[in-house]
């Protein structure tokens, strides 16, 4: 049984450059949230996706988006980036409704220079 | 607004020992509670969760307890092993899904 992936593992982009992060949620989960953590800290949420549309959002910019596809899987967009954007990058795969636990894959490590 | 707060950003404890983790919330709206591990290099594990209609939940070696009332909740390992060491966070959550999450205990088990 798969669990969370993320693709890619590492990226090293420069400032105003734009970024895509992918991942792919567990197996029979239809839920995608991502997070945002910066060093030192803990996991800040950025958005979550549900029926391919944006259900919720943390405080996060326009300049970060996202995409669920029909298979459940999502992007997470950054465009204009700043060197405050560099993060692990975390996708969590859930079931939708109630107080389900999110389950996390390993992560994109973003660095912006 | 940090909703969620680990007050000890370290804990070191000996093999065989109990390892007590805290953790304080202030949004009285939570209603669900978990703790995760992290190892570096990796995403976050869930190791346990509880809902707020309780005050304790067992799993194994790893016991979590609430209470409500002073808005806290703690992590019992018993007995810790040096796989325990990594980073653990505390999370909540209330009718809006999304996950408030705690700057980290980093647990180190000495032998």
Known sequence: ?113 | DQQVKQNSPSLSVQEGRISILNCDYTNSMFDYFLWYKKYPAEGPTFLISISSIKDKNEDGRFTVFLNKSAKHLSLHIVPSQPGDSAVYFCAATSNDYKLSFGAGTTVTVRA
Do not use: M
Not at chain 1, 43 to 55: G, T
Not at chain 1, 71 to 76: D, V
């Open chain 1, 1 to 113: 049984d798969a669990g969370v992936t993320q693709s890619p593992t590492h990226l090293i982009k420069t400032r105003g450059q734009q970024v895509t992060l992918r991942c792919s949620p567990k197996s029979g989960h239809d839920t995608v949230s991502w997070y945002q953590q910066a060093l030192g800290q803990g996991p800040q949420f950025i958005f979550q996706y549900y029926e391919e549309e944006e259900r919720q959002r943390g405080n996060f910019p326009d300049r970060f988006s996202g995409h669920q596809f029909p298979n459940y899987s999502s992007e997470l967009n950054v465009n204009a980036l700043l060197l405050g954007d560099s993060a692990l990058y975390l996708c969590a795969s859930s079931l939708a409704g109630g107080r389900v636990t999110q389950y996390f894959g390993p992560g994109t490590r973003l660095l912006v220079l």
